[in-house]
C-alpha cells in the first residue's frame, strides 16, 4: 500500500424525498444562487419545481440556468459564471447528472476568478478557492457527485479536458432513488458500465499489498453486477436502485483509490472513440475494456484470476490460470451484452477504418504513454482498438 | 435500506512517515495546543519526541497531560478542560490509541463551555460547539480516529457513558502503521476483536435490501481474518498492518452503516462484564459474541447463513442451513481462540456466579431491553451470559 491522504467533506442526503431538504441545504450557503441543470427530463418528472419549492420555503432566491447537454460545453460554464459574479450569488445548484455537476464545479471555480476558467483546463494554474456546489443527482453514473473530478469540452476544436481539485468537492449531494425510475434501460446500462468502469480503473493497479481496497472495490462491482439486471426488467425498483446509486457514488469518491495507483488507459482511448464518433461513454467503455483486458492479461495473470475467480465466479483452474482468467473477461462481456451494449466497435457502428488515427490521436503522436498499470505506446493503443473491432 | 444522511470530513494522512506531517496539519488549526497521550509507550517507542519536532518545526507550542488510562476518567478530562481555558488552547491532539482520542474528544467539547462537560454524558444538552481534535493513533481498534463517539468514565460509581456528535469528528488523524509494530500481540487480538464487532454489530440487521453495505461489511471482516494471523506470527508486518489499520478506522466511521440499524446489544452486555471484572473490551467482547449470535441465531437465519459463507467459507448445507450457520459461529470462535483470546466467561477467569447481577445492571432492572436486531430483556441477556459461561 502506497502513503496516502483522504478526505471527503461531501455530505451525503440519500433516500425517498430528500429532494425537499435541498431548500435547507442550499441555504446553509447561500440565500442567492443558481440553479443549473439540463434539458427537459428534471422539468417533465416535476423535480424542478419540487426542489424551486423547497428553495422558496427555505428563503432562498435563484437564477437559471438551464441547458447542459451530454460532454458539457464551455459557453454554457462562461454564462454561469457571468450570472454568478453579475447577480453575486454563492452556491452553483447542479439538478442533473454528471455533465451538470461537471459544469457546475467549472462555473463555481471561474466565478471567483478574474481570468478564464478554461486555463484551470488547459493546466495553467490550478483554483485556490471556489464557489460552494450543492447536487441534486438524477443519474447514477460519473460518481461526480463525491468527486474531485469536473471534465469540461471547449467547443472549439472540440477539446475535452479535466480539472481535479479539492475545492469542488460538493458541499452536499442529494440522492432519492426515486429519481432513476425514468431512465431508459439504456441509459441504465450505461450508467453501469461507467461505475463498473471506475472499479476497473482502480483495481488494475501495479502497487502491491492493497489486499483491503481489492476487496471493497470486488464487493462494489459484485453490486452493480447483482443489481444492474434487476433495473433491467424493473426500471422502479427502489430497493436495486438504492444499491446501485449509492455504489455508483462509492466507486468515484476517491475511498476505493486508497493506496493504490489506477490504470485510467480504457478511458483515455474511449475519449478518441467518443471524440470521433457520436457515442455515450459508457457504450464505448464496454467496447474498449474487453479489448485492453485482453491485450494486458499477461502483465498481472494473477491479478486477472483473482478477480474473475471473486468477481464473476470462475472456478479457479489452477493448472490454466489464464484460462481462468479468461473466462473472466468472457463473463463480463457477457454480463455488458445482457444489457444491450456493444462489446465491439463493430458492433457500436464503428467501422475500424479510424483506428491509427485514434491511436495517435490519443498517444498525441506518440509522445506519450497511456496507462499505469501498461503502459501503452501508440502501437499498443492500435492494437487495443484491433481487439477491439 | 433506509435513508440516511452521510458526511464524514476527517482527513486522513497515511502511511511511513506520517507523524512528521503533524505539526504543519495542526498548525492549520491553532499555533497553541493541549497535547494528550497516555503513559511510557508513546514516549519509549520516540512518537512522542517526532511528534514534538514536527510541533516545533510549524511553530506549534503546546501544553502537555499525559496520563490517560483504559476507560479514561472524567478527573482527567476535568485537568484537560481547565488547561485549554487557562491556556487558551486551540486545538486538542491525541497521541495514541481510543482512549486517548475520547478523552481528547472531551476535552475538546469541555473545553468551549461554562458547565460541566459530564453532562453531555449523562444527556443533558448536547454540543453545540468544540475545540478541533486531531490525532496521532498508535492502536488500530476502537475506530475513534475517525468517528463521532467518545466513551468516559467517571470515577465516582464507576460511571461509563458515550457521547456521539457530528462536532468530535477528529479534523485531522495520522496512522503510521509502524506505530503498531510495537503492540503486544495480545493487544492486536484484542484489536482485532474490537474491529469484528464493530463489523458484526452493524452486520446483523433488520433492515431489509442492504446488499451493497453488507458486501462491504464481509470485505472489511475478511480483511482483518487474514490479516490477523500474519501479525501474529510477525508483528513488524508492515503491510499486514497496513491493511488492518485502515480497515480499523472504516470498520467504525459510520460508512458502513450508512442505510442501517446496528444491533450493539453485545457491546452493552460486554461492558457489564469489563465493568465488574478487569477484563479488556476486546477480551469480553470474543466471550459474549458468540454467545449472543447462538442465542440470537434462528431469529434470522438466511443473514447467519450468508455470513458463514461468505465471511468464514463455510460450504453451504441447503438441507441444514442452522448448521451452516453454526459452522460459521464455530469458525469464528476458532479464530479468536487462535489469537489467543477465550471465548468464554470461564476461559476469561470468570466464574459465572454474577450473572443475574450483570443482566440486571445491563437493563437496568429489566427497564429497557439491550440490542435492535432482537430485543433482549433481562432474562435474554441471563441467557446469553450462561451461554457464555
Redesign the interface.
Given at each position: 500500500?502506497?502513503?496516502?491522504?483522504?478526505?471527503?467533506?461531501?455530505?451525503?442526503?440519500?433516500?425517498?424525498?430528500?429532494e425537499n431538504q435541498v431548500g435547507a441545504e442550499a441555504a446553509a450557503y447561500s440565500k442567492r444562487i443558481l440553479l443549473h441543470f439540463g434539458g427537459g427530463s428534471a422539468r417533465a418528472s416535476g423535480l424542478l419545481d419540487r426542489v424551486k419549492a423547497s428553495l422558496r420555503a427555505a428563503g432562498v432566491e435563484w437564477v437559471e440556468l438551464g441547458g447542459v447537454k451530454p460532454n458539457p460545453r464551455l459557453g454554457l460554464v462562461h454564462e454561469g459564471v457571468r450570472l454568478c459574479k453579475q447577480e453575486k450569488l454563492g452556491l452553483v445548484l447542479a439538478v442533473g447528472g454528471g455533465s451538470v455537476i461537471d459544469s457546475a464545479k467549472a462555473i463555481a471555480m471561474g466565478a471567483v476568478i478574474d481570468h478564464d476558467v478554461w486555463d484551470f483546463y488547459l493546466g495553467r494554474g490550478a483554483p485556490t478557492s471556489a464557489l460552494p456546489v450543492g447536487v441534486v443527482l438524477t443519474i447514477p453514473a460519473a460518481g461526480s457527485e463525491a468527486s474531485t473530478g469536473t471534465v469540461v469540452t471547449k467547443e472549439e476544436g472540440a477539446l475535452k479536458r479535466a480539472v481535479n481539485s479539492d475545492l469542488i468537492y460538493p458541499r452536499f449531494s442529494i440522492l432519492n432513488p426515486e429519481q432513476c425510475f425514468s431512465l431508459p434501460p439504456f441509459q441504465m446500462a450505461c450508467g453501469a458500465m461507467d461505475i463498473m468502469a471506475h472499479l476497473m480503473e482502480r483495481y488494475f493497479t501495479n502497487v502491491?499489498?492493497v489486499?483491503?481496497?481489492d476487496?471493497?472495490i470486488?464487493?462494489?462491482m459484485?453490486?452493480i453486477i447483482?443489481?444492474a439486471p434487476k433495473l433491467q426488467k424493473n426500471p422502479k425498483d427502489y430497493?436495486a436502485w438504492?444499491?446501485f446509486m449509492?455504489?455508483g457514488t462509492l466507486a468515484h469518491n476517491n475511498?476505493l483509490n486508497?493506496?493504490r495507483i489506477g490504470d485510467w488507459a480504457s478511458h483515455d482511448i474511449e475519449h478518441e472513440i467518443s471524440g470521433i464518433y457520436d457515442v455515450a461513454h459508457g457504450a464505448g467503455l464496454a467496447v474498449v475494456f474487453p479489448a485492453w483486458m485482453k491485450h494486458v492479461l499477461r502483465h498481472d495473470l494473477d491479478r486477472f484470476v483473482q478477480w474473475a475467480v471473486r468477481v464473476w465466479n470462475v472456478e479457479l483452474d489452477i493448472f490454466d490460470r489464464e484460462a481462468t482468467a479468461r473466462q473472466g473477461i468472457a463473463r463480463m462481456e457477457a454480463f455488458y451484452q445482457s444489457l444491450g451494449l456493444a462489446t465491439t466497435l463493430d458492433g457500436l457502428g464503428v467501422r475500424g477504418d479510424r483506428i491509427d488515427e485514434m491511436a495517435d490521436k490519443c498517444t498525441d503522436g506518440d509522445v506519450h504513454t497511456v496507462g499505469n498499470f501498461v503502459k501503452l505506446d501508440r502501437s499498443e493503443v492500435a492494437a487495443v482498438l484491433r481487439l477491439a473491432a
Open positions: 500500500m502506497q502513503n496516502f491522504e483522504f478526505r471527503n467533506p461531501t455530505k451525503i442526503v440519500f433516500g425517498r424525498g430528500t502491491p499489498h489486499a483491503f481496497t476487496r471493497l470486488e464487493a462494489t459484485k453490486t447483482a443489481e430497493d438504492s444499491e449509492w455504489a475511498l486508497t493506496g
